[in-house]
């Protein structure tokens, strides 16, 4: 095993008594606990992390932090893999697996590595332009760009862990746990305001963590873990730490995913391994730092180049020794604060290359002077040499900044560190629609601050994510942002916290603006914009010479800024090389359109709970066991499991529907039908609101009398057949079909609230209230004579569309006589939890007559046999003259009936009910197209289609429902079912659509 | 996510709700009173403003209460709720 050789002696906030065991690419490391994965690679001496997205380019470690463009793994292994992790991110822990991405066979070895050689044939927009040709061999070219281009592989298992989501509410939400937001965070918990504040790293501090500064006199260190302890004493403040804010919503909601279990190698049982937190914020106070910029140069890609915040966060805070010499390259002073920690840890930094010609400050000056350091200012590193870092270029740079000087000076060394300044992380800001103002000064974008605006959300940013780069500004930032936005929540902070004394640099030098280190016109070397996405000075350049001069078409036409990085330490580079190569300002090019998520989020943490079987909640009915327990079948129909059918030991299922279907013609079947949507309809009005929902007289309806009925949406379709019955002078009882029963709630409510609110009208859904059982059959009148503890059933006591209260087994039942089998038939209707007592008095009751259940399935076959419909007949294309149901519309006003005279008026022929019976004995294809010869050329002419289909055991023979043109004229008539999908042409017969008891004699009887 | 006040219930999330079109437009009393081309414009044809506009939510996993939303359809903005009768400060209506 490896054993450190890049550790330092001491220091850093790793603990080093606790070496943890990891591996990558199949190599065992060591590292500590406090390590991150990149941290760890480096400690061992690992410069080689991952090969390049396009071009296959060795890359090392550049940053420390979320803005890592290069160091892409795959972490862990088979089912719990996740590809595309940034190393820096990944927290260390024992038996850690990671692997390197896009390469192959080996990342030392890589054979895409071709794809450098051959790069001008993968200039920007490749993809449009280089293998266009032949047309036919894009298949060719397709396989292996997607091959070789791209991060890495999802794994194909099913994920083996779970996911939660929470909703929380506060008044301040503190985005960013470093000193700004530490502070804001402080500041108004001690105004008594509820505060969350996230942060996405495991422990509090950000910066502070690897600060060369002194704060209240001592380290930085002890400053946070004091504010640590304090915040924890807050009793009004939760600190979410390892959580990620990735999106800013309407009215102030943001989401965060929170890491529960990333930094252990599988989550406890009983922890989700991820969980979103959907916070409504009354005020939020961003604190989301800001991401040192790189300076493109030719090969400014080679491991070895790293940015000058990552080597001083590497050594202070991971005890990591760069081992060699490094030249330093910026624009900026907060480079030189890398130059201590790095020389401490065993670094030899050998010069600054300082872009400025006054070079730095004076206390980075006397840093330069005391550790007897080579300045040269005014001077540009041009390229880097070698395979990994060997060594530099330098010139001179023009005070224009457009050229460099002649002479040449090469350097041996072992890494750059490098600094193009700091760029604001206003992702979130911007995802509640702030504006940002360029700030030529600071050479940034920042918040545009105090402008009103119409959009978005009640936010303010705080720290170095509004530009400001010193410690003690983002401190005393932090305390007026958290003061502010206590305010505003209706709070006031009474003893804010004092601002500590900060020593840091005093005498600094402003940044000079260095986008693109400029390349004289004879060479030709890359100097990376976008490391992620392989997008050079050159690759935007010609964009703009074919035209791509808009920054959101560049974005597309480069993929400049896009992948998982979008564009963190790419994106300013990217647009002021724009803007150069366009003659135009910075503010003039403006930048792309932040969207969330501000980083990957696992698909798993979207869904959270809602996976599987949780997915959509599942109703059953009452006697939902019973029929589990007799072995039935289930199916899903809305959101009920129904049963489908009860097959015997042995049997098929085509069997059982079979013998259920027969025996409610023969004797008697009972059927569970708690699902179908039930409406209590109360008031004064309720006769005269149902009269004008439906398009049957309702007014008329007598107590005790039931109605079979037809509503309409206000275009004229049919929305829902259902009964009404009317149970006192006051009081309707509604039944609707099993899927539509909240549909049609809403339908009503609506009316009832919004069209007619001067109707007495109350509207209760019942659904779950009320269990009902169908018993049907030419016995189940005897049988329910037999179950009613004596109540009189007969014709004149319950007739035909009749109802009544009695007792079945000393229950309440409600009793309505129709039919949906087309046999004799009773609904019997009880309190729910009376489901399983009435259901089985019935049984019981029934067992004279061999009563059998039946299923969906039966019920199917029995409808169909008698022509009724049901939602696939009522498809939201239908009209109730479709059906020949016309004849209930009354002539007074209903919902829909207006719209209903346009389908009189002429237009196209509406196809009309029919039934089918299959000529050769096949079964008829559920929704096939009736033809009228299957082999004529296509396409062909279709005069109807197949909505329901089924085997009829009465008929012994395949029958089917459809809709047809001109079914009338038809009738007897042999077309063609055809259903090219399955390879079914079959031979059918037009019918009238009701195959069975067409005088309708059974029910009545 | 949006925050709609429920007149009856206070602000929400607007997943508790469902939108239930345009509240500018009134079912005509008496649909048999007006032209076909009225009826037409009734039952399909909507305004789709920028800005500001009434619209039906139900507040369908509250108390089921259909209200009258004032929603600026460009920010998002909920600039008032009421019962159906109320009179939001649209002047849009017809």
Known sequence: ?1005 | MMLITCPWCGPRAHVEFTYGGDATVARPAAPDAVTAEAWLDHVYLRDNPRGPHDEWWQHTSGCRSWIKVRRDTWTHRVHGSGPPEANLGGDEHR
């Open chain 1, 1 to 1005: 095993m490896n054993r450190q050789t890049h550790r330092t002696e001491r220091g850093g906030r790793i603990d080093r008594s606790a070496p943890l065991a990891f591996t990558f690419d199949g190599v065992r490391y060591e590292g500590y606990r406090g390590d991150t994965l990149a941290s760890a690679l480096l400690a061992n001496g690992v410069r080689l992390a991952g090969r390049s997205f396009k071009y296959h380019r060795p890359r090392g470690i550049f940053a420390a932090g979320g803005e890592e463009p290069n160091a892409l793994v795959r972490i862990g292994e088979g089912a719990r893999a996740e590809p595309n992790i940034k190393a820096t991110q990944v927290e260390l822990y024992d038996g850690l697996t990671a692997r390197s991405q896009n390469r192959w066979p080996s990342l030392e070895l890589d054979v895409g590595e071709l794809g450098n050689v051959a790069s001008w044939l993968l200039p920007a927009g490749f993809y449009y332009k280089t293998f266009m040709w032949p047309g036919s061999w894009w298949r060719f070219y397709e396989h292996f760009i997607r091959k070789a281009a791209g991060l890495g592989r999802a794994p194909v298992e099913p994920d083996p862990d779970h996911y939660d989501r929470r909703y929380a509410f506060c008044d301040v939400l503190v985005v960013g746990g470093g000193p700004a937001g530490l502070m804001a965070a402080l500041t108004a918990a001690r105004s008594g305001a509820r505060v969350i504040i996230a942060d996405d790293a495991p422990a509090l501090g950000d910066s502070l963590l690897a600060s060369t500064a002194s704060i209240d006199g001592g380290d930085p260190m002890g400053f946070v873990s004091r504010i640590g302890e304090e915040l924890a004493s807050c009793p009004n403040l939760r600190v979410l730490g390892r959580t990620t804010a990735f999106g800013y919503y309407d009215d102030n909601m943001i989401v965060a995913v929170e890491r529960r279990a990333d930094h252990v190698p599988a989550p406890p049982a009983h922890c989700p391994r991820q969980r979103t937190w959907w916070i409504r914020a009354r005020e939020v106070v961003l604190a989301t730092g800001a991401i040192e910029r790189p300076l493109p140069f030719e090969d400014n890609d080679l491991p070895g180049v790293m940015l000058a915040s990552a080597a001083r966060t590497y050594a202070l805070r991971y005890g990591v020794r760069l081992a060699g010499r490094a030249v330093v390259f910026t624009n900026n002073d907060s480079a030189y604060e890398a130059i201590e920690p790095v020389l401490d840890a065993g670094t030899d930094v050998i010069a600054v290359v300082d872009a400025r010609e006054g070079g730095p400050g004076g206390d980075a000056l006397a840093l330069l002077q005391r550790f007897e350091i080579e300045l040269i200012p005014g001077s540009v590193v041009m390229r880097a040499i070698g395979r990994t870092v060997e060594g530099v270029e330098v010139r001179s740079l023009s005070s224009d900044g457009a050229s460099v000087g002649d002479a040449s000076r090469r350097m041996p060394c072992d890494f750059v560190f490098v600094s193009g300044g700091w760029s604001p992380t206003v992702h979130l800001f911007s995802q509640s629609r702030g504006r940002l103002r360029f700030d030529e000064e600071r050479a940034a974008f920042v918040p545009e601050e105090g402008a009103p605006r119409e959009r978005g959300g009640r936010e303010r940013s705080a720290g170095a994510a509004r530009g400001l780069v010193r410690l003690s500004e983002c401190l005393a930032d932090g305390i007026a942002a958290g003061a502010d936005a206590a305010r505003a929540a209706g709070f006031e902070a009474e003893a804010e916290p004092p601002c500590p004394a900060v020593q840091e640099w005093e005498d600094c030098a402003p940044v000079r603006a260095l986008w693109a280190v400029p390349l004289p016109s004879w060479r030709h070397g890359k100097r990376f914009v976008d490391l992620q996405n392989d997008v050079t000075v050159a690759d935007i350049e010609l964009a703009v010479r074919e035209g791509y001069t808009s920054v959101e078409h560049l974005k597309r036409y480069t993929t400049l800024g896009m992948g998982t990085d979008q564009g963190r330490t790419s994106n300013v580079n990217g647009l002021a090389v724009l803007a150069a190569t366009l003659g135009a300002g910075i503010p003039a090019v403006g930048t792309t359109t932040f969207r969330p998520p501000y980083s990957p989020v696992a698909l798993g943490a979207v869904a959270g709970r809602e996976v599987g079987i949780d997915q959509t909640p599942i109703r059953r009915t009452p006697m939902h066991d019973w029929h589990a327990a007799r072995g039935a079948s289930f199916v899903t129909v809305g959101p009920w499991m129904r049963a489908q059918c009860y097959p015997h030991p042995g049997e098929s299922m085509m069997d059982a529907i079979n013998r259920e279907a027969r025996q409610v013609r023969r004797s008697a079947g009972i059927v569970d039908v708690s699902t179908l949507g039930k409406i209590e309809v109360r008031g004064r009005d309720a006769g005269e609101f149902l009269h004008r929902v439906y398009i049957n007289r309702i007014r008329n309806l007598r107590v005790g009398r039931c109605r079979y009925a037809f509503m309409l949406r206000e275009d004229g379709f049919v929305l829902d057949d259902g009964t009404v019955t009317r149970i006192r002078d006051d009081e309707y009882y509604l039944t609707t079909g099993t899927g539509h029963a909240a549909v049609v709630m809403a339908h009503l409510e609506r009316y009832a609230q919004i069209v007619w609110p001067d109707l007495d009208v109350h509207l209760t859904s019942v659904t779950d209230q009320w269990a009902g059982a169908a018993v049907a059959g030419p016995r189940s009148r005897d049988l329910l004579a037999a179950a009613c503890d004596g109540a009189d059933v007969s014709d004149a006591a319950l007739p035909f569309m009749g109802c009544k209260d009695a007792t079945v087994a000393g229950a309440p039942v409600r009793i309505i006589r129709m039919t949906f089998s087309g046999e004799r038939a009773f609904e019997v209707h009880c309190p729910a939890d009376y489901g399983v007592h009435v259901w089985e008095a019935l049984l019981a009751a029934g067992e004279p007559f061999d009563v059998m259940p039946y299923g969906t399935e039966a019920l199917g076959v029995l409808r169909i046999e008698k022509g009724h419909v049901v939602p696939n007949e009522l498809d939201g294309r239908t009209i109730p003259a479709d059906f020949g149901f016309d004849r209930m519309e009354k002539d007074e006003d209903f919902i829909g009936r207006r719209s209903l005279e346009r389908f009189r008026v002429g237009g196209r022929k509406r196809k009309t009910f029919a039934g089918l019976v299959s000529e050769n004995g096949d079964a008829i294809p559920r929704g096939g197209h009736l033809v009228w010869n299957p082999t004529a050329p296509r396409p062909m002419r279709m005069f109807g289609h197949v909505t329901s289909s089924c085997y009829s055991p009465s008929l012994e023979r395949h029958i089917a429902l459809a809709l047809i043109e001109d079914a009338a004229d038809w009738k007897g008539r042999v077309l063609y079912a055809a259903s090219p999908l399955t390879s079914s042409f079959v031979p059918v017969r037009i019918t009238d659509h009701v195959f069975i008891d067409p005088e309708n004699r059974r029910p009545k009887g």
